[in-house]
C-alpha cells in the first residue's frame, strides 16, 4: 500500500452520506458492544467504583479489554508504585492501538489533522475492522470510519450504566459469556476478510505467537507479541 503525497492528492470528502453508511454498517455489532460495555459497568460496581468514577473511566480511556484489567487490578489502596502499575498496564495493552493506526494512515494520510484525531480517540478494533472491509470493497468516505466511531462510543458509554446498575445482582459477568462477545466479533470479521492462505499466513503467525507469548510470560504481553508478529509477517508477505 503506498501512502499518497499529501501534496498532489486530493483529499478525500467526508460526507454526511458516509456518516450515515457507517453508523448503519456498526447496527449488527451493538447488541454485543453494549453487553461488554455492561460487564465493565457490572465490574466496576462490585469494585467499589461510583457511576461518575465508571463514566469517567469509560469515556476517556475508551478501551474494553484495558477497561477490564485495570479495573480487575484495581488496589484497595492507591499509592505511587500502583498508580505507575496501573499507568504501565494502560500502555502495555492499549499499543496494539499504535499498529492499528499504522495500517490507517495510507487511507486517512492526506484528510485534514482535525478530522483524523477526533475519529481516531475514538477508534477500536471493530471500527477498523469495518472501515478496512469498506476500503476494499471501494468505499473512500472517511466519513464511513467517523460514522462507526461516534455510534460505537455513544453505545459504549450509555451501555455502562445499567451495567452499574445491576452491579453485583448479576455475579461474575464471564457466566454469561460477555467476555466472548468481542472474539466472536472478530472472528464472525475475519471471516469476511479471507483472501486466501498465503494472505491470511499473518493472522497464523500472529496467533501462535500470542499463544507461545502467554504460556512463556502470561500477563498481557501475548497482544503485544502477537500483534507485532503478525505486522511483520504481513509486511514482508506484501506483494
Sequence with gaps: MTIPDPQTSTPPRWTLEGFRLGA????????????????????AARKGFTLGEALLMTGTVYAGLTQMVVVESWPAQITVSAGIGIVAVTLLVNLRYALIGTTLRPLL???????????????????WLLYLRYHANGGRDPGYLL????TFYVVWVLATIPGYLMGALAGDPNRFGLDMVMPAFFVAMLVSMWKGPRKSLSWVVGG???????????????VIVGSVAGCLVGAFSDD
Excluded at 147 to 150: D, H, Q
Excluded at 209 to 218: D, K, M, N, P
Design 109 to 127: 494520510y492526506t484528510s485534514p489533522s482535525y478530522k483524523i484525531y477526533p475519529t481516531l480517540f475514538m477508534l477500536g478494533e471493530p471500527n
Design 24 to 43: 448503519l454498517a456498526s447496527l449488527p455489532v451493538l447488541p454485543g458492544l453494549a453487553a461488554f460495555s455492561m460487564a465493565f459497568g457490572i465490574l
Design 208 to 222: 501462535v505467537a500470542s499463544v507461545v507469548a502467554y504460556l512463556l510470560f502470561g500477563g498481557y504481553w501475548y
Design 147 to 150: 460514522g462507526t466511531c461516534v
